[in-house]
């Protein structure tokens, strides 16, 4: 027998109590009608802090230093911010993170430095279920280096495995580029060992982690990982058009082909001279000028994180999701739970389908309850652990019941 609406309900409270990281809820901006946020994943909310920290921005570092701010404190910027995700989030060394772009741009840099790094093969691989900008550039890439891209199936409800990676990966493969968690399913792809299967084949294990970066604990050096790419907007609550990070394993410094090679991605930023060598390690992936004003938020969360500890942050993310699941269960019976139910394979949202999905979403949406609609029939619920509380959830929750039903 399931628990009954008003056990689960009383339960919101018991674990709240026990949430060691409770305190952290009240470190966000309020929003003015919300009742539930429950797309932390699209879009993180901003920090307390942030307001304070844009107005210092731009008294003391912009209007105070102007163009000396960019040898005083902007050009290592990128990378600054880069070593701390890596460290926070990553698992990665410092020297091998950089913040730049946005990932859709970082995901085509990565893929054309992959090619450079492979000659005399020809195939590039990727999830035909993939979020929508990985799909496009490794089309067109395709299209335009004549190379083939192999389409792997998985079910909806799951994502890559080792066994499915192994079916398409040989002595073709140029690269692999698989979703660390799926941004529909939340399947938590077995990181290491799909790895382990891409590198077996010679190819280059790229992770587009933009839904996993700051849900899940990730080992980039201890698993060996080639490239990969996330953003910050979404559990790393950069803000809306925060730019994105890389992470280039050292071992392929030295050959690491930037495919936009661009003036402050050079060893010599300021010196004009002619013909492009390339800055040492990941900072060569830059080409423009970085967005310097959009990483203040990402640095604000990043301490957040930092304090709290990814390990406490994905231990009240399995709580949290558990929890959804079972108030799905006994709300919502007609809805199918499109994630996985096992803790161990989920990120931190999960995706019900049902068929009122689009028209709920519009409403809840009115009424301060905030989930995403995902086409045909699925509602996301993303649940960014600092600033979701689990009354929040069952709020949330018992909202789309309502308007579900
Ligand atoms: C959100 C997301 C992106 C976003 O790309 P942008 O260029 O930052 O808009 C890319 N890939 C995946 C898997 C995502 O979830």
Not at 4 to 28: G, I, M, T
Not at 103 to 114: D, M, N
Not at 345 to 362: C, E, F, K, M, Y
């Amino acid at each position: 027998m399931s628990p009954n609406p008003a056990e689960l309900r009383a339960r919101a409270a018991v674990l709240d109590d026990a949430d060691p990281l409770a305190a952290h809820v009240a470190r966000f901006v309020p929003g003015d009608d919300l009742v539930a946020y429950l797309d932390g994943n699209s879009l993180g909310r901003p920090v307390a802090s942030v307001p304070a920290a844009l107005e210092t921005f731009v008294h003391t570092e912009w209007a105070g230093r102007l163009i000396r701010g960019w040898d005083e404190l902007w050009l290592t910027r990128p990378a600054e911010l880069g070593d701390r995700i890596g460290a926070a989030c990553l698992g990665a060394a410092s020297g091998q993170t950089i913040v730049a772009d946005s990932t859709s741009v970082l995901i085509f840099k990565v893929l054309r430095a992959a090619i450079a790094a492979r000659p005399g093969r020809d195939e590039l691989v990727m999830l035909s279920d993939e979020f929508p900008t990985d799909r496009f550039i490794i089309e067109r890439i395709g299209d335009d280096h004549g190379l083939t891209v192999r389409w792997v199936d998985a079910p909806l409800d799951a994502g890559i495995t080792p066994e499915l990676a192994a079916e398409v990966v040989g002595p073709r493969t140029i690269a692999a580029l698989f979703s660390g968690v799926a941004y529909r399913s939340a399947w938590w792809a077995d990181m290491p060992a799909v790895t382990a299967t891409v590198q077996a084949a010679g190819a280059l294990m790229i992770w587009d982690c933009s839904h996993a970066v700051g849900s899940v604990p990730l080992e980039f050096d201890a698993w060996g990982v080639d490239y990969a790419v996330g953003c910050s907007y979404k559990y790393l609550n950069g803000g809306p058009g925060a730019p994105a990070w890389a992470y280039v394993a050292a071992r392929h410094h030295d050959t690491l082909r930037n495919p936009i090679p661009g003036w402050l991605g050079a060893a010599a930023p300021f010196s004009m001279i002619e013909g492009y060598s390339p800055a040492p390690g990941v900072a060569s992936l830059v080409s423009g000028t970085p967005p310097i004003l959009g990483m203040v938020a990402l640095g604000e969360m990043l301490t957040l994180i930092e304090v709290a500890g990814i390990v406490a942050i994905r231990e009240k993310s399995i709580a949290l999701t558990s929890y959804a699941i079972e108030l799905v269960d006994a709300l919502i019976p007609a809805a199918t739970v499109s994630t996985p139910r096992d803790a161990a394979r989920r990120g931190s949202h999960l995706t019900i389908d049902h068929p009122n999905s689009a028209i709920a979403v519009q409403r809840l949406w009115a009424q301060g309850v905030i989930p995403d609609f995902r086409h045909p029939s699925g509602v996301r619920i993303g649940l960014s652990p600092l600033s979701t509380s689990f009354a929040e959830v069952e709020r949330g929750i018992r909202a789309l019941a309502d308007a579900l039903s």
